[in-house]
């Protein structure tokens, strides 16, 4: 009966002692929380930057930075060394509070620092516990600290922005943890969002104001940036990515002085290598259901035969804006689409015996395409109200 008391009494002590509150005794008010972290080249070494919450000031005015706090909701601070873990110890020594890394949503990578390679910058994400592999990693087009500096009126924080921004702009997350997949996986290469600086005017007055914009998407030769798509390329790489969250299409007719834009609700992409001898091409099918969301054209499009001959126009455009997507990664000898890996997948003895030549082979393969697209709504009016207008007036 002793025994039991004397074990009951043992086990409330050791109770005690695990719920004894912070053991080490960091408290939250000892800890800087990182939102955001940036990196440049700059010159021999690295240029490395953090931003951090003050949530006292979080209901104040929209933010700045420039290493003052003052009434702003966030604090930016950089250093550089030769060194990217020298940088942060660095910027340390000036801060009264630990960062920590652990709540960091967004990288930003600068673009020189891009074209040069990321392996550095990430070697020191991917070491430390703390960091997450569930980041944005984002390219800035020129320096990656000027985007977490910019003025962000509709969200607290730059890097609310940022992440935000990325999150629409693909299908799917792209994130640290999807960019070293893609690295390190034989027969493909990563892409990631290219975010810029841009001038706006907001106001009455006409007065100029800074906001961050997507520039594109950043195609990656393992892990170095070697060019920008932007525009309509952009929209097609992602596209043929699996990655365009809702494809469009637009139509000019200069004869009619008009044009019609379709977006397509549901996309599917299929990619399959076809090997011969030593020789590769590849057959992308891609089938799309879509509606017409703009029409200035003053001819009827509701018949059968009408909606027939704009799915044929999108068919054709979209094709010949596919192969120049393509044409122009053969060039930069870069594969985002992973045409290798699914030769790879395929068949792999023809990949271990090509692998080492297998640029060359890429490089002159011919991609053939058979486009469907399936134009399900033309819209709540059976015509054109530009038509209906001239038809009034006339």
């Known amino acids: ?9 043992f086990a409330m002590l050791l109770t005690i002692m695990i719920l004894s509150g912070c053991w080490d005794r960091r408290e939250i008010n000892d800890v800087a929380f990182v939102a955001a972290s940036a990196a440049d080249k700059e010159g021999e070494g690295y240029r490395v930057g953090v931003q951090i919450p003050l949530p006292g000031q979080m209901g104040g005015p929209e933010g700045g930075g420039g290493g003052t706090s003052g009434d702003k909701s966030w604090y930016l601070d950089s250093e550089k060394d030769k060194t990217l873990r020298g940088a942060l110890e660095k910027l340390q020594q000036r801060l009264s509070r630990v960062l920590n890394f652990s709540h960091r949503r967004v990288v930003v990578f600068g673009e020189e620092l891009s074209k040069e390679g990321l392996v550095p910058v990430i070697d020191i994400l991917i070491r430390a516990p703390q960091n997450r592999l569930t980041v944005f990693p984002i ?14 009126p509709v969200e607290q924080l730059p890097s609310e922005m940022i992440r935000e921004l990325a999150s629409l702009s693909f299908s799917k997350l792209l994130l640290l943890n999807v960019f070293m ?4 996986k034989e027969g493909e290469d990563p892409i990631l969002p290219v975010m810029k600086m841009v001038e706006t005017k907001p106001g009455a007055q006409g007065q100029k104001e800074e906001a961050i914009q997507m520039a594109g998407v950043g195609v990656m030769k393992r892990d ?17 990515n699996k990655m365009n969250r809702l494809p469009t299409v637009t139509l000019d007719y200069p004869e009619e002085r008009g ?24 057959q992308v099918k891609i089938k799309a259901k879509g509606s017409v969301m703009e029409d200035t054209l003053t001819k009827n499009i509701v018949n059968g035969r009408a909606v027939r001959q704009l799915e044929q126009d999108a068919e054709e455009k979209v ?13 930069l000898k870069a594969d985002p689409l992973g045409f290798g890996s699914r030769v790879r997948d395929q ?5 271990r015996k090509h692998k080492n030549d297998w640029l060359d082979i890429y490089g002159r393969s011919d991609v053939f395409f058979e486009i469907e697209f399936n134009i399900e709504h033309t819209g709540t009016v059976s015509n054109s109200i530009i038509r209906k207008h001239i038809e009034v007036k006339s």
């Open 1 to 9: 009966m002793r025994l039991g008391r004397g074990l009951l009494i």
């Open 139 to 152: 390219i800035a087009e020129g320096k990656a600290l000027d985007l977490l500096n910019a003025k962000t």
């Open 181 to 184: 997949k893609d690295l390190l």
């Open 224 to 240: 170095r940036l070697v060019s920008i798509f932007r525009g309509e390329d952009a929209k097609n790489l992602l596209w043929l």
């Open 259 to 282: 044009y019609i834009i379709l977006q397509f609700q549901q996309s599917q992409v299929d990619v399959r290598p076809v090997i011969q001898g030593d020789e590769v091409s590849f």
């Open 319 to 331: 094709e010949e804006a596919m192969k120049q997507v393509i044409s122009q990664l053969k060039e």
């Open 347 to 351: 068949d792999f003895s023809f990949w």
